[in-house]
């Protein structure tokens, strides 16, 4: 499986990016899909879920009420669009997929890994 993010860019605060990640390799859609992200000097820190089926979703707390997670397994496609960005959401953006995820909040459930994707934040 390849994990290709896109949709990174520099934003103000106050403002909205959309990321979205397309998966290639094989069967798509049984593959739950998450986002992480990492910025400069912090640990990796998760930000999404969603289920295959799109039937579960969870995010981190810094972001609920401000990103969604969606998904179209026609085009292959998981999106993340972020609204209300703040400078504290500035990172590096990973999508990540498993086809069994216990606990969606810890990087080790994900074998697969996009290259990531720089989110920034101006104040």
């Excluded at 990321?19 to 400069?40: I, V």
């Excluded at 912090?42 to 009420?65: C, H, L, N, P, Q």
Aim: hydrophobic share 30%.
């Amino acid at each position: 499986v390849q994990l290709q993010a896109s949709g990174g860019g520099l934003v103000q605060a106050g403002g909205s990016l959309r990321l979205s990640c397309r998966a290639s390799g094989r069967t798509y859609g049984n593959l739950h899909m998450g986002w992480f992200r990492q910025a400069p000097g912090k640990d990796r820190e998760f930000v999404a879920f969603i289920t295959w089926k799109g039937s579960t979703i969870y995010y981190g707390d810094s972001v609920k009420g401000r990103f969604t997670i969606s998904r179209d397994n026609a085009p292959n496609t998981v999106t993340l669009e972020m609204n209300r960005l703040e400078p504290e959401d500035t990172a590096v953006y990973y999508c990540a997929a498993d086809d069994v995820v216990p606990n969606p909040e810890r990087e080790s459930e994900y074998s697969y890994w996009g290259q990531g994707t720089e989110v920034t934040v101006s104040s």
